[in-house]
C-alpha cells in the first residue's frame, strides 16, 4: 500500500534561515511525487514534482526539493525562508498503476517567525 | 489559462438536510475531476474522481454521492448529511495525462452539519 509520512506537525524557523520540510514514502514501484502549499481557508496551491530524472527539483516562490531513493525521502527546502511561506504544507505520491489518485501525507505547519 | 471554481465558500447545513456542492472547471476540455475531504486542517481523503461525463468512481463508501452531468462540472451530493460530513471540500483537476499529471485545486467549500 502506497503512504506518505510527514513526521513533524509543526516548523519553526527564523525569517531568513533555510527551511526543511520533511517527507517520506512507501510505495511499490517508482513514485511520482508532490508538494501543495495550503494558506489558511484556501485550497491546495501546486509547488512542485518529482517524476523522473533530476534528482533535484525546482518549482514555485522559491522552494526546492530533493528525491532520494535510498532513504525514500523527498524533502522540501527553501534557502531563505520568508514570514509569507508560513503555511500548511502537503507532500503527496501517486504510483503508476490504477487510479489516479494522490495520496497525502498529514501535513506540516510551517511558521516562519519575523 | 484554466480556472476552477467552487460554490458555495461556506455552507452550514442541519443533520439530516440534503447537500449539493458545486465545482466547474473553466479552460480546458475534458478533464480528470476530483472531490476530496480535509477534516481539521489536516490530510486529504479521496472521495470521487471523474474520467469523463457520467464515469464516477468512489474511493470511500458513505453517504455522499458526486455526479458529473458536463464535462467541466462535478457535483457532490448527499441526501441526508451526517455530523460526520464536516469539513472542507476540495474539487481538484488535472489534464488525462496519466499518474504523472498534476491536480490543481479549487478553493474550497467549509460544510458544517449541526
Known amino acids: ?114 | 489559462s484554466q480556472t476552477i471554481h467552487q460554490w458555495p465558500a461556506t455552507l452550514v447545513q442541519p443533520v439530516g438536510s440534503p447537500l449539493s456542492l458545486e465545482c466547474t472547471v473553466e479552460g480546458t476540455s475534458n478533464p480528470n475531476l476530483y472531490w476530496y475531504r480535509q477534516a481539521a486542517g489536516r490530510g486529504l481523503q479521496l472521495l470521487f474522481y471523474s474520467v469523463g461525463i457520467g464515469q464516477i468512481s468512489s474511493e470511500v463508501p458513505q453517504n455522499l454521492s458526486a455526479s458529473r452531468p458536463q464535462d467541466r462540472q462535478f457535483i457532490l451530493s448527499s441526501k441526508k448529511l451526517l455530523l460526520s460530513d464536516s469539513g472542507f471540500y476540495l474539487c481538484a483537476w488535472s489534464v488525462q495525462a496519466g499518474p504523472t499529471d498534476t491536480q490543481y485545486f479549487g478553493p474550497g467549500t467549509r460544510l458544517t452539519v449541526l
Open chain 1, 1 to 114: 500500500a502506497q503512504s506518505v509520512a510527514q513526521p513533524e506537525d509543526q516548523v519553526n524557523v527564523a525569517e531568513g534561515n533555510p527551511l526543511t520540510v520533511k517527507c517520506t514514502y512507501s510505495v511499490s514501484g517508482n513514485p511520482y511525487l508532490f508538494w501543495y502549499v495550503q494558506y489558511p481557508n484556501r485550497g491546495l496551491q501546486f509547488l512542485l514534482k518529482y517524476i523522473t530524472g533530476d534528482n533535484l527539483v525546482k518549482g514555485s516562490y522559491g522552494f526546492e526539493a530533493e528525491f532520494n531513493k535510498s532513504q525514500t525521502s523527498f524533502h522540501l527546502k527553501k534557502p531563505s525562508a520568508l514570514v509569507s511561506d508560513s503555511a500548511l504544507y502537503f507532500c503527496a505520491v501517486r504510483v503508476p498503476t490504477g487510479a489516479n489518485n494522490l495520496f497525502f501525507g498529514t501535513g506540516t505547519r510551517l511558521t516562519v517567525i519575523p
